[in-house]
């Protein structure tokens, strides 16, 4: 957004530092704490972002016109009297001095910034600590100092956000990720249906045949080689571009949209490049196939409306890759946290909001076949199939009188053991056998919108590996704690199944996951 308080809030050119390292670092002037720094454009000094422990919004807070603070990583600006990021600059062009000045300083490898922490951590042992916690934070610093390399960030190509808090969830679920990766390259497959297509005057692909699938097989091997702080997406952007003509240019777009449409061409395209049976699918699909989208994201509601004339019932089974949920109404006014005494919206708030049973508006009248005319009826949801990964969608906007606004309520969202069992059609003849597996879920990644816009704002994303949580900002991958993602106002949550199942011939053509396994985080 174009910001009103950068030209008085834009004073310094480089940051007040407050460490003796050389090369700098950037740390908190409060805690000290070296994840998400942001400098302030009105004084220089850095303090940590709010999803650490918040000292750069503390520091807003205290002091006057010191609107603007600048991403010492990524050099992106946000203002908080605004709550938005800002995309203009002054006039001076004082926004531009500030990344070079910043681009400038020599950055700390990832060896020496271990060896740092790890020298300060002998060095700060205090009288006020004992000697057993001192041998317990030397040995948790040890641990950290011995993971594997942790996947890296994805640049930011102008409001690509959106697609960079999408992709690095998908990443981070391991039986899609583990499969894609392992595809052999597909361009000579495309190839040939392009001329396959060409013959029979078909294009059901669209956009000249380009493969979605083979740009993202290339971002996810990219990702997780761990030799890159951060790699640029514009091959995948670029084929999206040539595809999907609304996602053209560089204006803001929905997350979940995008993870449909991402999704969806997935699917197609797997079922014209890859042989899968069509017999016998567990996962009923337009085609009666499953890809390894189906098999990973894709359910199967079973709609129920009751006509409340006659009493005739009616059931229609509707195939999902994620479940959107309304903020029940109860809680949708509110801005935030509740205040001490209120009741706190729960995902299960919004789960059983979406299974209860509706009456019918007058606009959605439904025809009774009974009754031969539309009659008052009512409508329930039930879940006849669970997914592998449930993805679940909270309708965070919504359409006022004039336009679309933003729904701000903090939902509360298990980290683990999410119970999906009473929203399942269980024992009956007609569904038995169906939800095989365990109806538990573990949380793997969450997209989260940030600022009051609808059509503006921010995408970061959240996911864990191997029992660390991140936090993915565009470039930036910081580690956090549970406690800050638990504070997050979720946008799109993705949950895994404890006992992930998947067909035979899905682990036969690239995948990594075995026939059954267990998808808990160690």
């Not at 538990?440 to 191997?466: F, K, M, P, Q």
């Not at 638990?486 to 949550?493: E, F, H, S």
Request: proline share 4%.
């Amino acid at each position: 957004m174009e910001c009103p308080h950068l030209e008085e809030s834009a004073r310094i050119l480089e940051p007040n530092f407050k460490t003796e390292n050389n090369p700098p670092e950037f740390v908190c002037s409060v805690c000290n704490t070296d994840r998400s720094p942001w400098i302030c454009l009105a004084c220089g000094i850095v303090n940590c972002g709010r999803y650490v422990n918040a000292h750069a919004k503390a520091h807003f807070e205290e002091t006057e016109k010191h609107h603007v603070c600048m991403d010492c990583h990524n050099y992106m600006a946000f203002c908080y009297t605004c709550d938005e990021f800002v995309i203009n600059d002054t006039s001076s062009g004082h926004l531009e001095k500030l990344r070079k000045s910043l681009e400038s300083i020599p950055k700390l490898t990832q060896q020496s910034q271990n060896v740092q922490k790890h020298r300060k951590g002998r060095r700060c042992r205090g009288s006020t600590d004992s000697l057993e916690n001192d041998r317990k934070r030397r040995k948790k610093d040890d641990k950290k100092l011995q993971r594997p390399p942790r996947t890296s960030g994805l640049r930011n190509l102008g409001n690509t956000c959106f697609m960079n808090a999408v992709l690095q969830s998908l990443s981070n679920i391991q039986h899609f990720c583990g499969y894609i990766k392992q595809l052999p390259s597909l361009e000579d497959k495309a190839v040939k249906i392009k001329k396959y297509n060409h013959a029979k005057k078909s294009r059901d692909l669209g956009g000249e045949d380009l493969l979605v699938v083979e740009e993202l097989r290339k971002i996810l091997v990219a990702l997780w080689q761990g030799n890159k702080t951060a790699i640029s997406p514009e091959s995948l952007f670029t084929v999206i571009w040539k595809v999907v003509p609304r996602f053209r240019g560089y204006q803001q777009q929905d997350a979940h949209e995008f993870m449909r449409y991402l999704l969806d061409r997935l699917h197609s395209e797997l079922l014209q490049l890859l042989p899968y049976p069509t017999s016998n699918s567990p996962f009923i699909t337009p085609k009666g196939t499953s890809t390894i989208v189906t098999a990973i994201f894709g359910g199967l509601l079973q709609n129920e409306v009751h006509c409340l004339i006659c009493g005739m019932e009616s059931k229609k089974h509707d195939p999902f890759l994620d479940l959107s949920l309304d903020i029940p109404n109860q809680f949708a006014m509110r801005s935030g946290k509740p205040k001490e005494g209120e009741p706190v919206c729960r995902l299960s708030d919004c789960l059983h909001s979406f299974t209860d049973v509706e009456e019918l508006e007058e606009s959605e009248l439904y025809y009774c076949g009974s009754c031969k005319r539309r009659q008052k009826s009512t409508k329930k949801f039930w879940i006849r199939r669970l997914p592998n990964v449930l993805c679940l969608h909270l309708k965070r906007f919504r359409w006022s009188t004039y336009c679309r606004v933003k729904v701000e309520t903090f939902v509360e969202f298990p980290l683990t053991s999410l119970d999906m069992n009473c929203y399942v059609l269980n024992n009956l003849h007609e569904t038995r056998g169906s939800s095989a597996g365990s109806n538990l879920y573990d949380l793997a990644a969450v997209v989260v919108h940030h600022g009051s816009g609808a059509g503006s704002g921010h995408y970061t994303s959240y996911a864990i590996h191997e029992g660390q949580w991140y936090h993915f900002n565009d470039s930036s991958v910081t580690a956090c704690e549970p406690e800050v993602v638990q504070r997050c106002k979720a946008y799109i949550l993705f949950y895994v199944r404890r006992q992930v199942r998947l067909p035979d011939y899905l682990t036969c053509n690239g995948g990594s996951a075995g026939k059954a396994s267990s998808s808990k985080h160690k």
